[in-house]
Structure formats: structure tokens, C-alpha cells
């Protein structure tokens, strides 16, 4: 019975965590392809984050939106 209990917590706590990441991502700050060029960056593809970013510059390092 126990056992069910856990599982049945940790499914509830794991669909809360799925349903809120985008909302998360959505949220956090990022600049756009022409800012991070203006500020003397370039766009990469970081594929251990899976993501865009701005290499160099003044926004290194930030998302691209």
C-alpha cells in the first residue's frame, strides 16, 4: 500500500514539474538575433542545454528568444 502511495506522489509531483517547465522557459529573459549581433555576439547552437544562445559581446551567454 505504501509502495502505491509513493508512486502515485511522485507521478502527481512529475506531471506538475512537465506542465510547468514551459511556462518557466517561457519566462525567462533572452534577447532576440539582432540584439545579440548588435552587441557584438554571435548566435550558436549550445546542445547541452538544447537551446540558442548569444556567444561573445555584450549578452554572452544569454538565451535567444
Do not use: K
Not at 507521478?11 to 532576440?32: F, Y
Amino acid at each position: 500500500m505504501r509502495t502505491r502511495l509513493l508512486t502515485f506522489i511522485a507521478a502527481v509531483v512529475l506531471a506538475v514539474l512537465g506542465a510547468l517547465a514551459p511556462a518557466v522557459q517561457a519566462a525567462a529573459p533572452g534577447i532576440d538575433e539582432p540584439g545579440c549581433t548588435a552587441g557584438g555576439g554571435t548566435v550558436q547552437y549550445d546542445p547541452g542545454s538544447g537551446r540558442w544562445i548569444c556567444a561573445g559581446g555584450s549578452h554572452d551567454g544569454e538565451s535567444i528568444n
